[in-house]
């Protein structure tokens, strides 16, 4: 059941948000939940960060924009931050190549959630130490980091009345949540100083295990329930199960990028919505290389 204040809440995001064209950008990749962390064994992105990087310059290189919906950095578990860009230097600049061509946009989901802090932004993103030049090199400089963006598929804003799909709404999916939403600051302090240091002497996290995302995979969380209740297409992360809508639906997940072996993610272009993953593969001759491949293609019917 959508209570009228979250509803509310929801639509005023919608008619708030930064919009985009896709005809004008032409494409756009959208990841989520990458959970840069600080590289020890409780960092669960330290294994895809190779397929990241070889993914993203494929993105770079073909002209893409890159949208990140959320929990890009996992500052739940981490304070500082220099810690993890001086940990993940070359995603990082692969990251400012992007902005610097004004081919990149941010969200912020609950474990980045500080990140809406201009304060925040202009004290980490500003600059990055580069030990090469050994001197301090833009990142991304003046950044806004976003709660929602709108993609509009041809320049038209979606109605409510007829509900035809011209535009998409995206967000991290963490909204309405009690526990991640309402009181991430109690959870924060929680995940801190209880599970981290449980996580650093050897236990796994629950969350990113096939098992926990095949028993949790009928459950919707607030924001696909709001959108199949509003008819507002949305595209959202948060869940780490990545998802196209069958015929009819307005729900699509591109997944995260802490799957065991693999990263998803979403590619729109023209009036195709693709979800693909990236993974490691074994040649006949031995040799390891990491590939793209298609999970589900659908047309956007707008």
């Not at 400012?96 to 202009?122: T, W």
């Not at 963490?174 to 209880?194: E, P, S």
């Not at 050897?202 to 995302?213: A, E, H, K, L």
Request: charged fraction near 30%; glycine fraction near 6%; charge should be positive.
């Amino acid at each position: 059941m959508i209570s009228r204040s979250f509803d509310k809440r929801m639509r005023k995001l919608y008619d708030n948000a930064l919009r985009i064209s896709l005809e004008n950008v032409g494409r756009i990749v959208i990841m989520s939940d990458c959970h840069r962390a600080d590289g020890r064994y409780n960092d669960n992105f330290a294994a895809n960060e190779k397929i990241t990087f070889r993914a993203l310059k494929y993105y770079y290189e073909m002209g893409y924009t890159y949208i990140e919906l959320g929990d890009g950095d996992e500052l739940w578990e981490n304070k500082k931050y220099d810690e993890i860009i001086n940990v993940y230097n070359e995603i990082f600049w692969m990251l400012s190549l992007f902005y610097q061509r004004g081919r990149l946009y941010m969200l912020y989901g609950n474990h980045d959630i500080v990140k809406r802090r201009k304060r925040f932004c202009d004290k980490y993103l500003q600059s990055y130490y580069c030990e090469n030049e050994r001197k301090d090199l833009p990142l991304m400089e003046n950044i806004k980091i976003h709660e929602a963006l709108v993609i509009s598929m041809n320049n038209r804003r979606w109605n409510y009345n007829t509900g035809n799909i011209t535009e998409l709404l995206l967000v991290h999916g963490h909204q309405g949540d009690f526990l991640n939403d309402r009181i991430w600051k109690v959870t924060r302090w929680l995940v801190r100083y209880v599970w981290r240091p449980l996580e650093l002497v050897g236990f796994s996290n629950p969350g990113t295990r096939p098992v926990n995302n095949y028993k949790n995979r009928g459950k919707k969380g607030k924001v696909e329930e709001w959108s199949e209740y509003s008819r507002v297409p949305v595209i959202a992360g948060h869940t780490h199960r990545p998802s196209l809508p069958d015929n009819g639906g307005t729900y699509y997940n591109c997944g995260s990028l802490v799957h065991p072996r693999c990263i998803t993610a979403i590619e729109l272009e023209r009036n195709t919505v693709r979800l693909v993953k990236w993974c490691t593969e074994v040649e006949w001759n031995g040799v390891l290389t990491i590939k793209r491949s298609i999970i589900d293609e659908k047309p956007i019917i707008s």
